[in-house]
């Protein structure tokens, strides 16, 4: 019975993953961005952000566009796995093959 | 555990943030095109106005930068995002949409005024519809377009039309394309 991952259960967090695995592979959303579409503000996103990181399941690449840093936030292949199979427990939930 | 309500909000919630996201892709190419489109409409409608003998000449110069601008823009977005935007069909598309056009022109015999209202109509019509599956801002950017060429064909006389057009669908189609950029 697959278990649900409490790392991406959390809302923000599932919202974070579910932007980035829409993406194809190795295309990231720049930090300014995945904020408009998760609604977040900036602490809370660069909190939920770290959490996903040290999990291994996004990567994080700080970089200068001009002379405006810019922080691109990527699922990693590990990230996109976990969350596959979230989707998928939640789908098991759903059909009621869990309680 | 979650009960079966919990999870089916989490995938709602998913599925909301995969449509944001695919909107936001699509407004992202799309308000290159519009402000391409702007600033060629714009060029276009001054130059008949300017020189109206040759305003056909323009027209066709516009609609070829406008091609390659779209492989330009295909290009750019592709690098970046690695999602093939424009292929063959657009392009097939695209010259079906222009052939019936001048399909309708030439069996309607309609005057050069009347061509300066009907390409922008006829081509807002199809941002309208993609307004219907894609975003609203196509939808509120067409219907404001196709409002105010008709208030200029019916109120503008003689080739003050082509000034107001520069204003209404080159101005228009780049506000359009800066509102969408922001989306």
Redesign the interface.
């Known amino acids: 019975m697959a278990e ?1 991952d409490d790392i991406i ?1 959390q ?1 923000l967090r ?2 974070i993953m ?2 980035l ?4 592979v ?2 990231g ?1 720049e930090f300014a ?1 995945l904020k ?3 609604g977040a503000t900036d602490g809370n996103l660069g909190a939920h952000i770290e959490t996903l990181a040290k999990a291994g399941y996004v990567s994080v690449e700080k970089a200068f566009v001009g002379k405006k840093p810019q922080t691109t936030v990527t699922a990693t292949a590990a990230g996109r796995v976990a969350f596959a199979r979230h ?1 998928a427990t ?2 098991e ?2 059909a ?1 093959k ?2 | 555990m979650i009960d079966s309500k919990q999870a089916s909000e989490a995938l709602t919630d998913i599925e909301d943030t995969v449509r944001r996201v695919r909107q936001s892709q699509i407004y992202e190419v799309s308000s290159l095109v519009l402000l391409m489109w702007g600033v060629l409409a714009f060029v276009g409608n001054i130059s008949g106005w300017f020189w109206p003998r040759y305003g056909l000449y323009f027209w066709f110069a516009v609609y070829a930068i406008s091609a390659v601008g779209l492989i330009i823009i295909s290009a750019y977005h592709r690098s970046k995002n690695r999602i093939r935007v424009f292929d063959d069909r657009y392009f097939l598309t695209f010259a079906l949409i222009a052939a019936f056009g001048i399909f309708c022109c030439y069996f309607g015999h309609f005057t050069p005024r009347q061509q300066t209202a009907f390409w922008p109509i006829y081509i807002m019509l199809f941002y309208m519809m993609a307004g219907v599956w894609f975003g609203t801002a196509f939808l509120v950017i067409g219907a404001t377009i196709v409002a105010l060429t008709l208030i200029g064909y019916f109120y503008v006389p003689g080739l003050s039309l082509l000034l107001w057009m520069a204003v209404v669908n080159g101005g228009g189609l780049t506000l359009g394309g800066l509102w969408m950029r922001r989306s």
């Open positions: 649900l259960h809302p599932l919202k579910a932007a695995n829409a993406l194809p190795e295309v959303l961005r408009k579409l998760t989707v939640l789908q939930i759903i009621g869990q309680l």
